[in-house]
């Protein structure tokens, strides 16, 4: 408890059932040298708890915690009735509040299930609600949502698992009275469960209220992105209400879209496999956008209309561009290495800048041509990997890599052999971790400028802030900041 406290937890919660053997018998020590006020729980076997006694006992035991001065005493809706009647005199003038709840740890519960739970525990005289389904859909979260935005009684409802975690997470918005946290990351007691310390710090819990927007990063995996960091720290430096999320979403990203932005979403990021589907919640889409075939961008307008935005090839092309002896790619000869999104990004925003030139290079030929015919029948060509470093005529101005060649946990490979490197002044490199791959480490060595990924990701980041918060500059060097903090290495030079 008073780690929990150290942690800055409002309450602890004592899972009696939890204890071990050695500490069972201490419940009562606990309970009365409390550092904080507490929610006595002692969850039943038949409702995902670990209490293997009887339930007599169990539930005199919470009677006794409410005779303890436990300011909360949280019973099983299904177990009320004994527990009330196992109820004594608490101490003068103190009433614990009676917490009902319901936990279904296999499956997400209907609204009608929902209904149902509500209309039990207002007849059983709960002080407060609490409902805890699992999550197996993003969408489950928008009943949570709805239910706690239209409770009128005091209501905890969590979604559990990583499918659910935004429900903990951005409980504050939707007058939720109280949210689970962990003491620290691996003391999780429920799936899906953050720690007390990063939720009021990197998701500052408690700035959350009803008119805080969410934004969040859609797609599947998503627990190893860097954009919560990114954006949370620069919203923070700013002192721009907002909150931003993990969204693990692999079903229907367009119909997620759609439901979120109806309760409280300001804008999404996008990533894989999400970039191309998520496109059909949009209202509108920047051309573009249109063009490339791929967004990793929502913004909700300020009419409630969504537009779709990809911001990955603007990152790329102005750091590219912003290295140039010209500060412009037109009429330079370009080659792009990779036909898949961020290829097809790369090369249109490099026609889209006038480039003289784009030669699009892929490992499988027919994607290169295709991609080449469809951005520009006379200024792309395609070609195949083997082609290109087979062919001893090259002299490009801008090499981009946007395969995943080089990548880790392969960094020794490399997608372009270094006598390529020789006469193209910049090379580019998609790949952010490592920073500096083994192709950007070449082309140095061949006195070539080179700008990475990283700066990629960053950027993108950036353009994402500035389509969420049009009138303030986003804080690009404290994000370079939080990427390198991200990816444990100190802030690149490239
Ligand atoms: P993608 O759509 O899956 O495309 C992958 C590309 O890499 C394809 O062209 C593929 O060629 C090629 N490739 C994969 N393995 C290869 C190999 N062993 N040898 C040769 N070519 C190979 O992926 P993506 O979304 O475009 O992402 C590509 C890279 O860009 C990733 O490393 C990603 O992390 C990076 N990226 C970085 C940023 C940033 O902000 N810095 C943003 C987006 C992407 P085939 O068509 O022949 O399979």
Redesign the pocket.
Known sequence: MRAAAAAGADLAEVRVDLLSPEELPKWQEIVAGKCLPVIVTNRAAWEGGKWRGSDTERLQILAEAEGLGAEHIDVELAACEQFQSLRTAPLPGHFAKLILSHHNFERPLTKAEVETIRVEMRGAKADIFKIAMMATNALDNALVFETLATAEEPTIFLAMGEMGQVSRIAAAKYGAYLTFASVGAGRESAPGQVDTERLTSFFRFRDVNASTPLYGIIGNPVSHSMSPALHNTAMADKNLDGLYVYLKVDDDAADFIRKMSSLGFAGFSVT?PS?VDAMKAMDDIDPTTKGIGAM?TVVKQKDGSLKGYNT?WI??ISAIEDDLPSKSLAGLRVVC?????????LAYGALERGAGQVVIV???KP??VALASDLSKDRAIGMS?EEFNADADVNFDVVM???????NP?PT?T?VVASKLARSPLVFD????PVETRLLREAKANGCVVV?????????GAEQFRLWHPSVDPPLQLMRQTVAECLGIELPSL
Do not use: C, H, W
């Open positions: 894989m970039k990793n990955d990152a790329a290495i990779g036909a898949g999104g961020a290829g097809r990004a892929n490992r499988s994607k290169a990997l890599n946007t395969t995943s060649v080089g990548m392969n490979q997608p998609a790949v952010y971790n990475s990924g990283f700066e990629m990701f960053v950027r993108q």
